[in-house]
């Protein structure tokens, strides 16, 4: 719920570093600073994490929303509403940078929502561009890593509107 405060402080560090125009009489700090993020604070975390998975008796996603769901989840209960949703799909969007920026439209947006949701394997960015339309089934084409969805071409930004606007003209 607040580990991601930690990485938050530490990319702003690094932000107002960059920013100094004399560094040098804040080198050491800056390098106490990474020294006790990387080596106490993310490996400490590491191990942790590590041990918790290892001691699991069984994974159990089936509490988890799919990636392959999330139209089907997310969008498609907006389709007979006259509200709009707006979607932001970042790929490798670090949490606390998301947990930000939720923060900041709350401030002007009627309603701002962060949410996890179990991605698609192999991570790769066309398989997920694919995923998070609205699908029956997904497929590769062959010797390609193109993706089909439900047996149509989601490659360019053309094919995926093309099958958007099957599911919604709007």
């Not at 690094?14 to 050491?28: L, P, S």
């Amino acid at each position: 719920d607040n580990f991601y405060e930690v990485d938050t402080l530490y990319r702003k560090i690094y932000f107002y570093y960059a920013n100094i125009e004399d560094k040098d009489i804040f080198i050491d700090l800056k390098n106490k600073i990474e020294n006790k993020y990387v080596n106490d604070f993310m490996s400490e975390l590491s191990v942790k994490w590590s041990n918790a998975i290892e001691n699991m008796s069984r994974y159990d996603s089936n509490s988890m929303i799919l990636q392959k769901d999330f139209y089907k989840n997310y969008v498609k209960p907006f389709d007979d509403k006259k509200d709009r949703i707006i979607v932001i799909i970042s790929d490798a969007f670090r949490y606390e940078c998301a947990k930000e920026l939720n923060n900041r439209l709350k401030t002007f947006a009627s309603k701002s929502e962060i949410e996890y949701m179990q991605g698609i394997v192999p991570s790769y960015t066309k398989l997920g561009m694919a995923a998070l339309l609205p699908n029956k089934n997904l497929s590769r084409v062959k010797d390609s890593d193109d993706i089909l969805v439900d047996g149509q071409v989601s490659s360019s930004l053309k094919d995926r509107e093309l099958l958007l606007q099957k599911e919604n003209k709007d």
